[in-house]
Structure formats: structure tokens, C-alpha cells
């Protein structure tokens, strides 16, 4: 199973991929994650990557694409994946297509989890991230059980800067005007699907298992 999580930030996408690929076995692919993981390793991509995103702008889709294609054809894809954060435009999910295309493959589907702006803001300030493993938590709707403490490895959790009010504001934006055309492109082709993003985790979960015909 080919699936792509689409919706603004904050929607949920990071926590519904892991659900989801623990439940299928496959891999959660964030491309955010990744490149947090190279501005902490301190590689040439993540200080390029870190321009962009400290100011809620997109990073370019010629240091995406590559990246992602690449990973799509590691072995562990080979029985499908779980697309979190990419595409992210439509030049992304051109190249996307066409990558797939080349070797007879497609995506089987498009998750589009809705929330409006007004609840994206509060979501956002509640956001605290594992430093160590990046699994994202808040403080009022998912707790974890040591106050600071990542529930999985016991590292640290931080607010990530991205995510103070001024600049969610900003990646709003970014993603009204760049992002949100995708749910129009993936319904063109007859792959997308509407959940709504703002009842609770276990029930939007339960939403995409229904779409997923599982
Ligand atoms: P969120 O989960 O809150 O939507 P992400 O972790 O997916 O945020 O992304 C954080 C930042 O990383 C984005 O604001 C953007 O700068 C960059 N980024 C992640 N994925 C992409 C992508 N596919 N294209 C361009 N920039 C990206
Ligand atoms: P995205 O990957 O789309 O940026 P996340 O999965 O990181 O979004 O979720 C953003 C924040 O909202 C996190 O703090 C998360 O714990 C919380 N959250 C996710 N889903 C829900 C939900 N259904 N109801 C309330 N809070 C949620
Ligand atoms: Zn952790």
C-alpha cells in the first residue's frame, strides 16, 4: 500500500503515519524528520534545508525529490510506504508520478486530513517533539507520561522553533498557496480521500482504516 498524508501542518500527519505503519509494517517516511535528522547530524543538506525552514518556507523541490525518490527504492518499500510531508507542491507530486511511472508502479491513495486554521494555531503551541526518536506528543491531547519526557526512548522534548505562533502563521500561508492544490491534483485522479482531522486521534484513525479498506 502507496499512500501520501496530506493536510496542513499540525493536522495530524505525523501522528496517523505512525499509527499507521506500525499497523501495517511499513515504513513512515517524513521528510521533515529527515531533515531535522540532517541539522542534527550537521550535514551540508540540513544547513541548506534550516534556511528555509526557520522561516516556514518550503525548502526547494530540487533538494526534495531526489532525496525521497531515492528512499522509495530502498527495499524496505518494496510492499508499500506511508508519504508524510512530501509532496508538498505540485512540481513535487509531478515528479513523484513520473518516478513511480518509470517502474510501473503508482500510489494507491491520497489522505487528505482536514482541520481548519483556527485549530491549527493551539495545536501547534501544545506540540512538543522527541529530540532523539521525533515523536511528537501535546501537552493537553496526548500527553506523555513523564512530564518532558519522550514516552518511547525517555529523551528530552522541545517546542520546535517552527512552531511558535509567528511563524505557523507563516507555513499557513505556505501551505494555503503551495500545498493545498494537491488535494484538487490527487482527487483528479480519482486516489484522494477526505477525513476530518479535528475528532479525536483513535477515531481519525479509525476513519483511515475505513478508507483503507481495512
Ligand atoms: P509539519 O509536520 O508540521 O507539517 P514537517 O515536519 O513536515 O512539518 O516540515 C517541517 C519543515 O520542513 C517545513 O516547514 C518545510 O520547511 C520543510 N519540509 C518538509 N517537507 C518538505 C517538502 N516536501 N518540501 C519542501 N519543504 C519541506
Ligand atoms: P502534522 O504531522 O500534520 O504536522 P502532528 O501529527 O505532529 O501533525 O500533530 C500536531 C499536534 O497535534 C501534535 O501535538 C499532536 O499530538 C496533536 N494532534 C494530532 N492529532 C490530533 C487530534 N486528532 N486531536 C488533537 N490533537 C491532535
Ligand atoms: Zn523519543
Redesign the pocket.
Known amino acids: 500500500m502507496k499512500v501520501v498524508?496530506l493536510?496542513?501542518?499540525?493536522?495530524?500527519?505525523?501522528?496517523?503515519?505512525?499509527k499507521m505503519a506500525e499497523r501495517w509494517q511499513i515504513p513512515h517516511i517524513?521528510t521533515?524528520d529527515i531533515f531535522r535528522a540532517n541539522i542534527k547530524a550537521g550535514t551540508e543538506l540540513g544547513a541548506k534545508a534550516k534556511e528555509y525552514m526557520d522561516q516556514g518556507l518550503l525548502v526547494p523541490d530540487e533538494l526534495v525529490v531526489d532525496l525521497v525518490v531515492d528512499r522509495l527504492q530502498q527495499e524496505d518499500c518494496k510492499d508499500g510506504y506511508i508519504l508524510?510531508?512530501f509532496p508538498r507542491t505540485i512540481p513535487q507530486a509531478e515528479a513523484l508520478d513520473a518516478a513511480l511511472e518509470k517502474v510501473n508502479d503508482k500510489l494507491d491513495k491520497a489522505i487528505n486530513?482536514d482541520?481548519p486554521d483556527e485549530?491549527i494555531i493551539n495545536?501547534?503551541s501544545?506540540?512538543?517533539?522527541c529530540v532523539q526518536c521525533g515523536a511528537?506528543?501535546?501537552?493537553?491531547?496526548?500527553p506523555t507520561k513523564v512530564e518532558g519526557k519522550c514516552d518511547a526512548c525517555n529523551a528530552d522534548l522541545i517546542l520546535r522553533d517552527d512552531d511558535k505562533p509567528e511563524t505557523v502563521k507563516k507555513r499557513l500561508g505556505v501551505y494555503h498557496e503551495q500545498t493545498q492544490p494537491l488535494i484538487d491534483y490527487y482527487a483528479g485522479k480519482g486516489i484522494l480521500s477526505n477525513i476530518d482531522?479535528?475528532?479525536?486521534?483513535?477515531?481519525?484513525f479509525h476513519s483511515i482504516e475505513k478508507v483503507l479498506g481495512a
Open positions: 498524508m493536510g496542513a501542518p499540525g493536522a495530524g500527519k505525523g501522528t496517523q503515519a505512525k517524513s521533515g508524510d510531508g486530513i482541520v485549530n495545536r501547534m501544545g506540540r512538543r517533539a511528537t506528543y501535546h501537552i493537553t491531547y496526548n482531522g479535528t475528532i479525536g486521534m483513535d477515531e481519525v
